[in-house]
């Protein structure tokens, strides 16, 4: 491994972490830190680019702000994760895998207010999808409780099923076990 490449990706770990606490609702300069990262390290760090959000040109400022922003904290957590590695890309894919399970435990006993503040924390999920997560969960709630048979429940939630079944593995894992707790 070279001196070179450790010291590259250590400073700019360093220095987007500080761009990003004093910048973060800037999308100038949020667009060119993600272009910096992503244009430098896409031949470098094996995966760095896997799962980015695409921005649309119909987004307005906001939500072009907040992609962004979402795009440079995977980057820049990719950057930990192939420097956690031993800055190798030499089994970084299996590293990547191991690190997502430790993140994405299931847990079947939480609470629905447990899971909105779990989606609120996540940072590879923009401001805007969740606030429409957090609309659905208060929906799925509402309709859990209800003084219903299993059946009918289950039939006023599959829509909710079949839109969980395009969010992203992170949310989805948060989320399923609300429906298998079904009473």
Known sequence: MSENI?????????????????YSHDKETMEKLFN???????????NIADGLAVISPYS??????????????KIIKRLEMFKGNGYSNRGLLE???????????????????????D?????NIPIFEKE???RKLQEIDEISSRLETKSKKW???R?????????????AIKILPLFLRLR
Do not use: H
């Not at 910096?36 to 094996?46: S, T």
């Open 155 to 157: 039939e006023l939630l």
């Open 36 to 46: 910096y990262l992503l244009f430098k390290y896409i031949e470098v760090v094996k």
């Open 159 to 171: 829509p909710y099923v079949l839109w969980l079944s395009g969010k992203d593995y992170s949310v």
């Open 132 to 134: 429409e997560i957090i």
């Open 6 to 22: 450790v010291g590259m990706v250590n400073e700019d770990i360093d220095t987007s972490r500080s761009i990003l606490r004093d």
């Open 119 to 123: 989606i609120g924390m996540m940072d």
């Open 60 to 73: 307005n400022t906001v939500e072009m702000t907040s992609i962004y922003r979402e795009n440079v904290e």
């Open 95 to 117: 590293y990547y895998i191991e690190c997502e399970n430790q993140n994405n435990n299931i847990d079947s006993t939480a609470s629905i207010s447990d899971i909105i503040i």
